[in-house]
């Protein structure tokens, strides 16, 4: 049986992300209502995981899928979000953005956009 590849992360961030998932943000709440409880394509993902020294908003980790909800702590961050996904894609994990006006505006399509990415590199 194939060992799963450990991602590791920061335990000082468990404590910060359990108070990120306890403020979510609207935007992060609709795609959340999305993802909880297996309902895209049977897979699990969490909220605010952390890996290595960052945090996502969602994870999957049979996907190696990080979700990311980009709103206003974004703006003006270019270089830091495009360090955190470098070193995430070093580490194995596909990272999705989406902003916030897109998923306030274009759920249906955000969503279509992640089961299409799922549909394009599993074999379900």
Not at 51 to 67: E, G, H, P, R, T
Not at 76 to 97: A, P
Request: glycine share 4%; with cysteine.
């Amino acid at each position: 049986m194939k060992r799963k590849k450990i991602i590791p992360y920061n335990p000082k961030l468990k404590e910060y992300a359990r108070k990120l998932r306890n403020n979510s943000t609207f935007t992060e709440i609709m795609v959340w209502n999305y993802l909880k409880g297996k309902q895209i394509r049977g897979y699990d993902f969490d909220r605010q995981k952390p890996i290595d020294n960052y945090i996502v908003d969602f994870y999957c980790k049979d996907l190696f899928l990080a979700i990311e909800i980009d709103g206003e702590s974004h703006y003006g961050n270019t270089i830091r979000d495009i360090k955190k996904d470098k070193r995430l894609n070093e580490l194995g994990v596909t990272v999705l953005r989406f902003d916030d006006m897109e998923v306030i505006y274009q759920l249906a399509e955000v969503i279509r956009k992640i089961e299409k990415w799922i549909d394009e590199h599993t074999n379900g």
